[in-house]
């Protein structure tokens, strides 16, 4: 490698990652550590020069810059609480949220289908036997009128390690073009 492009590329090399795995603070009870994942992250475009962790695919209700926080507690053994935080998405909107199985990419379906607990063998799964809200960890992120929201949901289930890969928010109700269930942002959560 020459020397002027090594010096183009180290600033690179310096940049912080975008992405803060924290373990549970100490205030969080007698769990162990391990039972508490934190993951904070700003969305960037699917195209950035280096992979993010939480990618918008519209701008206009996720932009670039804005800000997830999920916090996973499986504490309790055989259950599985998430929350996830966000600031800087569209106001006044409802993003529901599902847990997919698939990794954030270029393309929104690379995240893939929604983790069910039990799968369905027939995809993609509409059967409301599986399709449902004990079967799959949903949420509905609600924002304010700055564009923050937190929102919550528990599942008596733990995901099967490597199962579930991404945090999904869709476009929930109409916005211009897109259907209510497109993809537009992803968080990846496998570290």
């Known amino acids: 490698m020459s020397a002027p492009l090594a010096a183009a590329l180290l600033p690179l090399a310096l940049l912080a990652p975008t992405a803060t795995p924290a373990s549970a603070?100490?205030?969080?009870?007698?769990?162990?550590?391990?039972?508490?994942?934190?993951?904070e992250a700003a969305f960037d475009p699917a195209t950035a020069f280096v992979p993010p962790t939480a990618v918008s695919y519209a701008a206009d209700l996720v932009p670039y810059g804005s800000?997830?926080?999920?916090?996973?507690?499986?504490?309790?053994?055989?259950?599985?609480?998430?929350?996830?935080?966000?600031?800087g998405l569209?106001?006044?909107?409802?993003?529901?949220?599902?847990?997919?199985?698939g990794s954030c990419g270029a393309d929104p379906a690379s995240s893939g289908?929604?983790?069910?607990?039990?799968?369905?063998?027939v995809q993609p799964s509409t059967d409301p036997a599986y399709a449902n809200e004990h079967n799959e960890l949903r949420l509905l992120l609600r924002t304010d009128g700055r564009g923050g929201g937190t929102a919550?949901?528990?599942?008596?289930?733990?995901p099967r390690p490597g199962g579930a890969?991404?945090?999904?928010?869709?476009?929930?109700?109409?916005?211009g073009p897109?259907?209510?269930?497109?993809?537009?942002a992803c968080v990846k959560l496998e570290r």
């Not at 603070?25 to 993951?39: G, I, K, Q």
């Not at 997830?68 to 998430?82: E, Y």
């Not at 289908?113 to 063998?121: C, F, G, I, S, T």
């Not at 897109?178 to 537009?184: K, W």
């Open 178 to 184: 897109r259907a209510a269930g497109d993809r537009v």
């Open 67 to 87: 800000h997830a926080r999920v916090v996973t507690d499986r504490s309790v053994p055989g259950r599985t609480v998430l929350t996830l935080t966000a600031s």
């Open 90 to 101: 569209a106001a006044d909107h409802e993003f529901p949220v599902h847990l997919h199985t």
């Open 25 to 39: 603070s100490p205030a969080s009870s007698s769990a162990p550590t391990s039972a508490v994942s934190v993951l």
């Open 152 to 158: 919550t949901t528990a599942v008596d289930w733990q």
């Open 113 to 121: 289908p929604h983790y069910q607990n039990a799968v369905d063998p």
């Open 165 to 175: 890969r991404s945090l999904v928010l869709h476009a929930g109700s109409p916005a």
